[in-house]
């Protein structure tokens, strides 16, 4: 699992490759700490490389997307392929977070 | 290697002690050998000063004899002149003279006739040469007021008409000389005792050739004549006169203890010396021969011993050294050795927990087969560590099965500890409601509250009525369950987000009806995400197929199903806890059939 923090277009993005699986939550969720940190900005998670996620990832995205709206912004899941836009519509949480 | 680590524990189980006693051995130890060192070079400094002394003794010695001899030659070489000279009293005058320069340590001559040899002389006669300021001066010495028939060394050469050395004497002033005189009876052509000749030797340079000892600042030497007199020594500034006169009390006295060694005889006698109080060797020996004269050496002890005194500086400094170091590493393997025990302890103390969490999370779960002649249902939990987030349950209340299966997000202690409260909270709830949706929107408030790390759970609910077979579900962001009839079909649901992600989330339920003979299979991603050793997954087409050639029977097919997930999975081993439930409901006439 790697994770890449980047700023563009005034959007923090974080580029998420590998799989993100229970073993690997606690190191991406340090990862992304820029993004839960954040203040003022959009958050883009990037998940063109991300080939699985457990439920623990889904926790992660979760969390960010409550966090990141009480300020006032948006979370944006960007490339989502077939597994895992299936995991997140069994799961509902797909008409939470806008796509792109 | 555990053998091994068994072995440190049972060392460091009364580890305080066991240290203790090892620092102390190995104090011991070094302290041994401190002292052997010490000795050793103790013995061999002392066997040193013994060598040297011996060495300067003999050279001493020698140096001595080799004078004697020397003026003893001279003598002889000289006999025949003054034997000739007998015949013309003038000439003796010559004979003294050559006597006096046959040899340079020879200080002065004398031939003392005997009374009344030469009638025109009268009746003493005694030509004498000596050396002043560098020329020899040649005189008649004897008169009225040198009366050498009186002198000792006279009368005895009469008497024993022998060549003899006479004890070492001071003579003059400024400078004082110490001179021996070697006497020596001179026979006439007629074999009649004529006269005495004697040979004044120099031996002042003595003192000075005594005490030049390069090896001991302190040390000195001395000579006495056979009667313990002292001849020759070191200035009174080195040494006191008491000490001196100690030193050669303690040489003539026979009662003191000495030890006598090597083929020179050399006397030791260990004392103190009176004055400085320092302990010290006393080496002595006499001449081999005639006059039997003594040299002697002190060496003070203290400066004999000065190397090891220094070594044993560093001897100690190392020996602490190395018990520094032992106490270190001993210190160091101590505490590893104890962190080592403490871990496995505390490794054991948390396995022991874990297994006992378990078994509390077994117990939770509905233990035996339901098999009623409508109704079976298996369920089937496999953690893949010790406690696991999974959860599956069913009971009856009011001829309603209630079942259910869920899956907290993660995996170990934090996901086994929401599940219990979720799983005992769901039972309470399952006592006083009956409509699904209804239990898992309360689960799910009750969920939300102060869930901070934002845990959640995926849920299946389910409620069959008995009689009618209709059931009523609530999908919590849960796998579909499978239907097993002909064919295997999703059970269809809605959206609902899993328990505990949306406080305000409003739960909406489904109903259908169970045909008879139908089994229900419900799962979590455990199955369908087990992956193999190329991280495939085992996935829901697989799982599809599978049961549809499998066994109706509930306990068969759950446990069809994880032997196929563990043969999948082969050496990639599970991830993920497998769990699943099966339910198979039989109308009457399933039974009458």
């Known amino acids: ?100 | 290697m555990a053998a091994f680590i068994d072995r440190i524990r049972i060392f460091f189980k009364e580890r305080k002690g066991s240290r203790l006693v090892l620092i102390l051995l190995t104090a011991l130890l070094l302290e041994l050998v401190a002292v052997l060192q010490y000795t050793y070079t103790r013995n061999l400094l002392i066997k040193e000063e013994e060598r040297i002394t011996r060495m300067e003794l003999t050279m001493e010695s020698d140096v001595i004899l080799n004078t004697l001899e020397e003026a003893e030659l001279s003598m002889r070489e000289n006999e025949w002149s003054v034997q000739k000279s007998l015949a013309h009293p003038d000439s003796l005058f010559g004979a003294v003279g050559r006597m006096i320069r046959s040899n340079p340590s020879v200080a002065g001559a004398c031939i003392a006739v005997l009374p009344d040899y030469y009638p025109e002389k009268g009746r003493l006669f005694e030509p004498y040469a000596h050396k002043e300021g560098g020329r020899i001066v040649v005189d008649q010495i004897a008169g009225p007021d040198h009366d050498y028939t009186l002198g000792p060394d006279f009368q005895r050469a009469l008497r024993e008409e022998t060549d003899f050395w006479s004890d070492p004497y001071a003579y003059g002033t400024d400078p004082v000389q110490q001179l021996t005189t070697y006497t020596y009876p001179i026979w006439d052509r007629s074999g009649r005792l004529a006269a005495i000749c004697g040979l004044d030797i120099d031996l002042t340079w003595l003192s000075d050739t005594l005490n030049v000892h390069p090896y001991y600042p302190s040390s000195f030497g001395f000579m006495l004549t056979r009667n313990g007199r002292l001849v020759a020594g070191p200035r009174e500034e080195r040494v006191s006169p008491q000490t001196m006169a100690y030193v050669a009390d303690l040489v003539m006295d026979p009662t003191v203890d000495r030890t006598i060694r090597g083929r020179h005889r050399v006397n030791c006698i260990e004392f103190r010396d009176p004055v400085n109080r320092e302990w010290a060797y006393l080496d002595f020996r006499a001449l081999p021969r005639s006059p039997g004269w003594i040299v002697a050496e002190v060496s003070y002890r203290d400066e004999v011993l000065a190397p090891v005194r220094s070594m044993m500086w560093r001897i100690l400094l190392m020996a602490l050294a190395g018990l520094a170091f032992v106490i270190f590493i001993i210190e160091r393997f101590a505490r590893v050795g104890k962190r080592l025990w403490e871990s496995d302890v505390k490794q054991a103390r948390i396995e022991s927990e874990l297994r006992i969490a378990r078994r509390i999370q077994e117990e939770m779960l509905p233990k035996s087969l339901l098999d009623r002649a409508d109704l079976a249902v298996q369920g089937f939990l496999a953690p893949a560590k010790e406690v696991g987030g999974d959860l599956f349950d069913y009971f009856v209340r009011d001829e309603k099965l209630f079942f259910c299966i869920g899956d907290v997000c993660g995996k170990g202690i934090p996901a086994a500890m929401v599940m219990a409260v979720a799983h005992s909270l769901l039972r309470q709830l399952c006592e006083q409601e009956e409509d699904p949706a209804c239990i898992v929107g309360k689960l799910n408030g009750e969920a939300c509250r102060n869930n901070e790390s934002g845990v959640f759970l995926t849920l299946f609910l389910g409620v069959l009525d008995l009689t009618s077979g209709r059931l009523r579900y609530c999908n919590a962001g849960h796998e579909h369950p499978l239907f097993i009839r002909d064919t295997v079909e999703e059970l269809p649901a809605l959206a609902n987000v899993p328990v505990g992600a949306f406080n305000d989330f409003e739960y909406r339920g489904q109903e259908t009806d169970v045909a008879p003979g139908a089994v229900l299979f419900l799962y979590t991603d455990g199955v369908s995400e087990a992956m193999d050793i190329n991280r495939q997954q085992y996935g829901r087409k697989r799982l599809r197929a599978f049961l549809s050639g499998c066994s109706r029977q509930p306990d068969a097919l759950v446990h069809a199903v994880g032997d196929s997930v563990r043969t999948f999975v082969g050496a990639a081993g599970q991830s993920d806890d497998i769990t699943m439930l099966a339910l198979r409901y039989r109308e009457e006439q399933d039974k009458n059939r």
């Open chain 1, 1 to 100: 699992m790697k994770t890449t923090v980047l700023e563009t277009d005034g959007r923090l993005v974080a580029v998420l490759s590998g799989e993100l699986d229970t073993a690997a939550a606690a190191e991406t969720e340090v990862a992304l700490k820029p993004l839960f940190e954040s203040t003022g900005k959009d958050v883009v998670l990037d998940c063109a490389g991300l080939e699985y996620i457990a439920s623990s990832g889904i926790r992660i995205f979760l969390n960010l997307l409550k966090t990141t709206q009480a300020k006032g912004n948006r979370v944006i899941l960007k490339n989502v392929n077939e597994v895992i836009r299936d995991v997140l519509e069994l799961t509902g949480f797909i008409s939470y977070f806008e796509f792109e």
